[in-house]
């Protein structure tokens, strides 16, 4: 066993269980963005809507008024929909700067944290200096130290690959999981479908046959 690279792992790791707390921080930060995306979005999409009604209202009046006043239902139907368009805008722009601004607090959020890091692996360098940046937290340590205790990883870039590849099959596994949810639930959906489609067929055999025996 790696007895040097063993005690340095262990070394680092006393050092990524103060700095996991800031990356879980973090991690929770970036889950909060699509949803806040989703509800800009979602703002945006009923603006859209909102203004399409306008527009059509904006049209129908125009079109009333322009049988009797030609020009006049045009310069009423121009500045109805120049006010909607205006409005569409003002509304959207002052929606989309809350949510832009909820999105930039988590970002320096975020920055902060990542400088705060930084400035714990720096001060501690002797210590951590060896590791990549990117494998600087607790479980991928753990994985290493456990590589390196029982001789399946003899130096740094083995234990890294290792840790490489078992990140890699576990990011696999979870997207096959999610891709056998995603077709149960369709198979769920289908077989309701099915069911009901075979409720309607029979019901609809029973009001045949009903018929034809009424008319006997």
Do not use: C, W
Not at 19 to 38: M, S
């Amino acid at each position: 066993m790696n007895i040097n690279l063993f005690n340095q792992l262990h070394a680092a790791r006393n050092i990524t269980v103060n700095t996991d707390p800031y990356f879980n921080r973090v991690n929770a930060l970036n889950d909060q963005k699509p949803y806040i995306i989703a509800k800009r979005n979602k703002v945006n999409k009923h603006v859209t809507i909102a203004a399409v009604i306008a527009g059509v209202f904006a049209f129908t009046m125009g079109t009333s008024l322009h049988e009797h006043a030609p020009i006049l239902g045009n310069i009423l139907f121009l500045g109805l929909l120049t006010v909607i368009v205006i409005a569409a805008i003002a509304i959207r722009k002052s929606r989309y700067a809350k949510f832009d601004a909820q999105i930039k607090s988590l970002d320096d959020e975020i920055a902060g944290i990542y400088e705060e890091t930084n400035r714990i692996f720096e001060a501690n360098a002797a210590s951590i200096g060896f590791l990549p940046y990117e494998y600087r937290y607790t479980e991928a340590v753990d994985f290493m130290i456990n590589m390196v205790g029982t001789e399946r990883a003899i130096n740094l870039p083995q234990a890294l690959q290792l840790f490489d590849d078992y990140d890699h099959r576990r990011t696999l596994e979870n997207q096959n999981q999610e891709i056998l949810m995603q077709q149960q639930y369709q198979n769920a959906q289908l077989q309701s479908l099915n069911r009901t489609a075979k409720v309607n067929t029979g019901v609809n055999i029973a009001g045949t046959l009903f018929n034809i025996a009424s008319k006997l």
